[in-house]
């Protein structure tokens, strides 16, 4: 079965710090999709980012990483120069399976709340 | 280009009673899934609707059910509520089952 572990339920950190939200997976298919979600006080999830199995790249969009290691099953997310906008709740999801086939039911980790302080 | 809108947005109930969440999708959508997210956790998947049937279902009892309008639209039913349903219902909405999922603000459940 699927499962995502977000171990940090809390963080908090003063602005301009970096910060790095841990996600460790679990999952026996070889083809599976990984997720980023921000939840921010409204209650919407804001689709982050995905990435699939079978692409390790690291990738960087603005102020955001995201860190891809499937030899330990994690898919970290990094902000560099954190602001006071990124306060929310932020959300590792996993959905197993090719796209084609599973479509895009997801399953979410607990979510890491983030707190930035000016 | 409105995007995924719920309604209502809040809702308080009686133990019991049954209740009727409405999600409409983002334009150009016509999938829709139903999230169940707890206070202090993470969203749990309850079902997902794609050409009026219901395509996938997450670990829910069977008072939990949906329904997909023509138009895309669609309803989460819940009946014989218990405290426990109280949460945070969240409607995503997809160009077929294959892409990014656009979530909505939510419609608040609170059961007494």
């Known amino acids: 079965a699927q499962k995502v572990t977000q171990a940090q339920t809390e963080i908090s950190v003063v602005e301009k710090e970096d910060v790095t939200l841990d996600c460790v997976y679990e999952?026996?298919?070889?083809?599976?999709?990984l997720f980023w979600y921000k939840q921010p006080p409204s209650g919407e999830l804001v689709f982050l980012i995905r990435r699939n199995s079978f692409d390790e790249q690291n990738e960087i969009s603005g102020r955001y990483s995201w860190n891809f290691q499937k030899s330990t099953s994690s898919f970290n997310f990094t902000i560099t120069a954190s602001q006071v906008v990124d306060s929310a709740v932020y959300f590792c999801?996993?959905?197993?399976?090719?796209?084609?086939?599973?479509?895009?039911?997801?399953?979410f980790g607990g979510g890491t709340r983030l707190m930035v302080k000016p | 280009d409105a995007g995924v809108t719920q309604s209502p947005t809040h809702l308080i109930k009686t133990r019991g009673q049954q209740v009727t969440l409405r999600c409409s999708p983002k334009?150009?959508?016509?999938?829709v899934s139903w999230y169940q997210q707890a206070l202090g956790q993470g969203p749990q998947f309850i079902f997902q609707?794609?050409?009026?049937?219901?395509?996938q279902r997450g670990n829910f009892p069977d008072r939990f059910s949906g329904h997909q309008f023509p138009n895309y639209s669609s309803e989460l039913n819940v009946n014989a509520l218990l405290l426990g349903d109280s949460a945070l219902y969240l409607c995503a909405s997809s160009l077929g089952r294959n892409t990014e999922a656009f979530f909505g603000q939510g419609t608040r459940l609170t059961v007494v």
């Open positions: 609707y794609y050409e009026e049937e219901e395509r």
């Open positions: 999952t026996r298919d070889t083809t599976y999709y």
């Open positions: 334009s150009g959508h016509d999938t």
């Open positions: 999801a996993l959905s197993e399976g090719s796209f084609l086939v599973a479509g895009n039911m997801l399953t």
